[in-house]
């Protein structure tokens, strides 16, 4: 079952500037996942924030988490064109099972 | 280099004709799991094993197998595969538990016609 829903499902932003897009789910969580996918190719790990964090960065990433909420956010700033790719968010409530969002298409204009 | 390897990356086949396609992890990784991605619709999970000769159903196993007779190979089997199942597939590995960061491979595309 999809546990994650990201928004939007897609965006389109100028190089350079700031990307945002949230991820919602329906349970509790144990921990909470971001994930890059290019076109037609695996998905890579961008980022884990776990239940008890509040936010975490890595580079250019930021990442929220709001459990009260039941949201996350992943902020990528100053874009660059090489971001261009689907992000998915991906949500872990037990030790079997990670569930994946429909994605959000990113796609940065030169 | 440590990775996630799947064969084949591309197959087209027809109804009816029985296919495997392989995973390989070499980096001494416990969990492993199939997904299938499909437009809209996100990744949901087919099979996942916690170890070898350990798996389950994840979300969407019906038309599918899976085996784990070694630690490092995880095949997914169609038996029979129909139109219903052409989309593309992920195989991934975690060191311990799916709640572990995710090393995927690089995706089959399967178009059954």
């Known amino acids: 079952s999809q546990q994650g829903e990201e928004d939007p499902q897609a965006l389109s932003i100028q190089e350079g500037e700031n990307a945002t897009m949230n991820c919602s789910y329906k349970t509790s969580i144990n921990n909470l996942q971001w994930y890059r996918q290019n076109s037609g190719r695996g998905l890579v790990h961008l980022i884990l924030?776990?239940?008890?964090?509040r936010e975490k960065h890595s580079g250019r990433l930021r990442v929220t988490l709001d459990t009260s909420k039941k949201s996350s956010s992943l902020l990528i700033t100053a874009s660059r064109a090489a971001d261009t790719a689907s992000y998915f968010c991906?949500?872990?409530?037990?030790?079997?099972?990670?569930?994946f969002g429909a994605g959000t298409t990113v796609t940065v204009r030169a | 280099e440590a990775q996630v390897t799947q064969n084949p990356r591309y197959l087209i086949t027809v109804t009816g004709k029985k296919l495997t396609v392989t995973c390989s992890q070499n980096?001494?990784?416990?969990?492993m799991s199939w997904y299938r991605q499909d437009p809209g619709l996100g990744l949901r999970q087919i099979y996942y094993s916690m170890n070898v000769e350990v798996t389950d159903k994840g979300d969407v196993p019906e038309g599918y197998k899976v085996s784990r007779k070694e630690k490092r190979n995880f095949p997914l089997i169609l038996e029979s595969p129909s139109p219903n199942q052409t989309s593309l597939y992920f195989c991934?590995?975690?060191?311990?538990?799916?709640?572990?960061?995710?090393?995927f491979g690089p995706g089959t595309r399967l178009t059954v016609l």
């Open positions: 980096m001494n990784h416990e969990y």
């Open positions: 924030i776990r239940s008890n964090e």
């Open positions: 991934a590995s975690s060191p311990s538990r799916p709640a572990d960061t995710q090393y």
């Open positions: 991906a949500t872990s409530s037990n030790d079997y099972k990670l569930s």
